[in-house]
């Protein structure tokens, strides 16, 4: 397949062709972008994906702000698991710090991003029943996106755009109302979850719909890029919490689910069982975390973490690291560092160069919707148009972070 | 599977380019070198079909802007190996006057709009890219607002000067 070309074409004689605007704001796009089609009868022709409805240009006010001014900014990327936007940016400062975390900091994290990672897996999936024509388990199961944010919620304040932890770990100490309801939550998703799956996976309608529709193999996958569920679905077990791992996810017994054909049954069948490996994270994470003080919410690293408020107004040495903090005046070593997390899409990625300044020199956002959504307008060309639609849900595509 | 180090992917390009490949260091243990613009493709060529580590996946590309260099412009790929779990990270410093180099495209579909994207902030020409147009901004535009040279806020604005902030 190479579709290296721009894909309209002007072959029609006779007229016959309809063009079609699907989008910016299409209800079935389930985002900010433009897809111009032409349309034989059913079936697409030709078609041209436009994007850049949303753009913010945060990677040039990324070089205006100090490091933990960007930590919002990429709230509004993938803003289905900002957690896991949140915790990639401040393990990039990290490791440009050097700042090794203590045990449980990391086992925090590992929870919040699975969330996250369930949360994200949630919409993408009953998207998918959704456009199928498959309204009930959409409701089934969304109630739990509730859920998950009602927990991000007793950890950091907010609910979508969370801005949650700081560089070097957590802004404050999880309390227990979080653990409960992270504990209801593991007790009453699972039941969910196997009704959702037992609705869809075996169902005629929707395997007929999915199977083998837009099937691409591991060889096209990986030429345009694709990383994540999708590439996962084409038979690739390429992840980067098991290749790179970070936040101690060496430590944690969970599998990568791989399909075989990449087709949208497939990429929904592997969405689904990283929610089940997700879930077993979970548990794991507040098995270890039984080991570890539980006190520790934060590295020890005062010239780089952000002190508490109370401690900023009664203690010295807290408001001169505060003030250099906000002022930016951390002394931060002259580099470049590149690292990715695992994110709901795939690999998010960020490339810092810092060249001693208050602000990042250049900072590069990775960002796996605008890699993987590349391939959408090739491959769609010959497949029904409901085909397509289907197609467009299960790879997932977030405004946010397609167009940053 | 056998790992391969840094040193030996260094040594098997030098071996093959010579002084082609310049600047070598690790920062972070990612493999950085830099090379020239009318070496990329056969450099990236090689590490994609090398038998060594088999670069088969190309992660990113970027570019950075540095006004006060004689070559402005770093256009930047980092490349990775899932076969050997190592990545790879390339640079080519090109004239930020005449700002072209030759596209990725054929080695990697992946490469179109990552290109596409760096061309519409940074300007540079990617030579035989199917479809070099803006992606993120509207085509009027006009500018490619990531050089250095162009502000962030309203120059015109008495409120918001940089210096204020310190930026």
């Known amino acids: 397949m190479n579709h290296n070309q721009p894909v309209y074409t002007d072959n029609d004689p006779q007229d016959e062709l309809v063009t079609l605007n699907l989008g910016p704001t299409h209800p079935a796009t389930h985002g900010v972008f433009q897809n111009v089609i032409q349309l034989d009868g059913e079936r697409i022709v030709s078609g041209v994906s436009t994007i850049g409805y949303i753009h913010r240009a945060f990677e040039k006010i990324a070089e205006h702000r100090p490091f933990y001014q960007i930590t919002p900014l990429t709230d509004r990327l993938n803003y289905c698991s900002s957690p896991i936007n949140n915790m990639g940016w401040h393990m990039t400062v990290e490791k440009l710090l050097n700042i090794q975390l203590p045990k449980r900091v990391d086992y925090l994290r590992v929870i919040i991003m699975e969330l996250s990672r369930i949360a994200d897996h949630i919409i993408c999936n009953t998207i998918i029943a959704q456009d199928t024509g498959a309204t009930t388990t959409f409701l089934y199961l969304f109630q739990f996106r509730e859920h998950i944010y009602e927990i991000f919620e007793e950890v950091c304040g907010a609910r979508l755009t969370t801005n949650i932890g700081r560089i070097g770990g957590f802004e404050r100490n999880f309390n227990e109302i979080a653990f409960t309801k992270i504990n209801k939550f593991l007790k009453e998703f699972p039941v969910a979850l196997r009704e959702f799956e037992s609705l869809l996976n075996r169902n005629r309608i929707f395997i007929d719909r999915t199977a083998g529709v837009a099937a691409v193999s591991a060889e096209q996958a990986l030429d345009y890029g694709w990383t994540g569920p999708l590439l996962r679905s084409a038979g690739v077990d390429y992840d980067v919490r098991v290749s790179d791992p970070y936040a101690s996810y060496q430590d944690f017994d969970f599998e990568v689910p791989v399909g075989t054909s990449g087709d949208i049954y497939d990429r929904y069948l592997v969405r689904n069982e990283e929610m089940w490996q997700s879930l077993r994270l979970i548990e794991q994470g507040l098995e270890k975390l039984k080991q570890e003080p539980s006190d520790i919410f934060h590295a020890d690293v005062p010239e780089f973490y952000l002190p508490a408020k109370e401690e900023v107004y009664n203690n010295m040495e807290a408001l001169i690291y505060h003030f250099k903090i906000v002022m930016g005046e951390i002394d931060a070593p002259k580099a470049e560092v590149y690292h990715s997390v695992e994110g709901g899409n795939g690999e998010l990625g960020f490339y810092l160069i810092n060249d001693g300044g208050r602000t990042p020199y250049r900072l590069h956002f990775r960002r796996p919707s605008f890699i993987n959504y590349q391939m959408f307008a090739p491959m769609s060309k010959g497949m029904l148009l409901s085909d397509a639609i289907i197609n467009m849900s299960s790879m997932n595509i977030i405004a946010g972070e397609l167009d940053a | ?167």
């Open chain 2, 1 to 167: 599977m056998a790992e391969v180090t840094n040193q030996e992917l260094v040594q098997a390009l030098t071996e093959k380019f010579g002084g082609q490949i310049i600047g070598v260091n690790e920062p972070y243990g990612l493999l950085t070198f830099e090379t020239h613009k009318d070496s990329i493709i056969n450099v990236l060529t090689f590490l994609k079909e090398n038998s060594i580590a088999n670069f088969n996946f190309l992660t990113d590309i970027t570019a950075v802007h540095y006004p006060e260099k004689k070559h402005g412009i770093a256009v930047v790929y980092h490349l990775h190996s899932m076969v050997k779990r190592i990545r790879v990270r390339v640079k080519v410093f090109i004239d930020e006057n005449h700002p072209t180099i030759p596209t990725a495209t054929t080695l990697w579909n992946a490469a179109n709009w990552m290109e596409r994207e760096t061309y519409d902030f940074f300007g540079v020409r990617f030579e035989g890219h199917p479809d070099l147009r803006r992606i993120l901004n509207m085509d009027e535009l006009g500018v490619h607002p990531m050089l250095k040279q162009y502000p962030l806020e309203d120059p015109n604005r008495v409120d918001k000067k940089d210096e204020y902030f310190g930026r």
